[in-house]
């Protein structure tokens, strides 16, 4: 071995500092692991939460959504500025950020998980898997002073990384959590970044199994193969209206959100309660399986085939839309899930051209590759999430024709284009106190 490779192998093995950056990238992603299950437990009792109050008095959502709404948004603005919105487009701006901590932090990672379960148990129809990538990020971010990582040393690896570890024990999918963190937040391939992200996810995605057991999202799927031409015909199908739809709904969040903004600076509160009447509306009118994450429902069409209201895709589409645009902290992945599983259930309703099981999975695929405009994410996450790879190659294909589809709807990717919103907001945020600290300091020698 030449003896330069042997003093690099030497540095590698004894160095205290790559240790210390071992135990700290370990450390946080365990932490990670710990936590975003312990998040999706409590998520689960905040809907069931709601669901029992509406059983048992079906008139109270109708007040306690919308104020539940109001009062999600004022903590936000009060004590948790920075934690709306899925947390996703959070982390990819703070890639961008030369101050992170701003974005990033253990206190948001709290208000993050409070004010997410606050607004389920309200009704929301929002997730909890943005809002984990969110809180993964930041803990795995908060590692650096273990570490005592320079200020911007790692900071890129520490948050793809605990993106990563965010979705694998969100949803119990390690594979997806390494794609969506290359695909999505990064965009870009590194094999020295891939190599610490799959580290990170492995040690999160042992603690989530250890916790929960080893038991897909969804459970396991029923499809045995995809072989028919019908099978194909609705992966067609599926891919073209499911990624319509998704598209739709990119084009109405980012429209919606910066048209929403200046009204949103000025009244938020009042933006929270008018979404909040929306959404308790469409609930009332579906007898409220439209409100919460959406998780139930899917899992029901996934699991048991069943069946749905013919217009639940719409209202669900509706009540999401009007959740993220409330401002609350919330994310979009289980929803979106939930809608494409109705859109596949019309959709074999009106055309069967193949079985409800297959054309489920389809519309949860293309409607997620449309709105989120990541197809590779798509058909793993699903695929992981169902345990079932006889349908792989039909669910790559109904992501790619999905993804391709929303385009002629909207070219934003949705993630992205929230995460430059979020950059002009902060950056607007910055101007301004920096002209109040101009104002306060002309003002300073007149008193005098």
Known sequence: MPQNHFHSLRRLLLSPQAWRMRLA????????????????????????LFFKMAEQAPLAPLVVTP??????????????????????NQIIAALEMRTKSRVVSLKLAAGKILLTLIGQSCGASIGREGPTVHVAASIMYSMRHFARFPPDYMARAMLLAGSAAGISAAFNTPLAGIVFAIEEISRAFSAHIAGIVTLAVIFSALVAMALTGQNSYFGTDSVASVDALGDWAAVLLCGTLAGLAGGLFALLVVKGSRWLAPVVATNPLSVAFLCGCVLVTTGAMTDYQVMGSGFDIAKSLVIDSAETDPLYPMFKFIASLASYLSGIPGGIFAPALSTGAGIGVDLHRMIPVSSLELMVLLGMVGYFAGAVKSPITG?????????DQYTLLALMATAMIGYGASYLIS?????????????????????Q??????NQARQRPASS
Do not use: C
């Open 25 to 48: 990238f370990a450390i946080g992603a365990l932490l990670v692991g710990l936590v975003s299950t312990g998040f999706g437990i409590a998520s689960l009792h905040a809907n069931q």
């Open 67 to 88: 104020l539940g709404l109001v009062l999600v948004t004022w903590l936000a603005r009060r004590f948790f500025p920075g934690s709306e919105g899925s947390g996703i």
């Open 433 to 438: 106190e920096n002209q109040d600290q101009q």
């Open 379 to 387: 058909f793993v996450i699903v695929m992981e999430m169902t345990n």
């Open 411 to 431: 070219p934003y990717p949705l993630y992205h284009s929230l995460a430059q919103l979020f950059l002009e907001k902060q950056e607007h945020q910055s101007q």
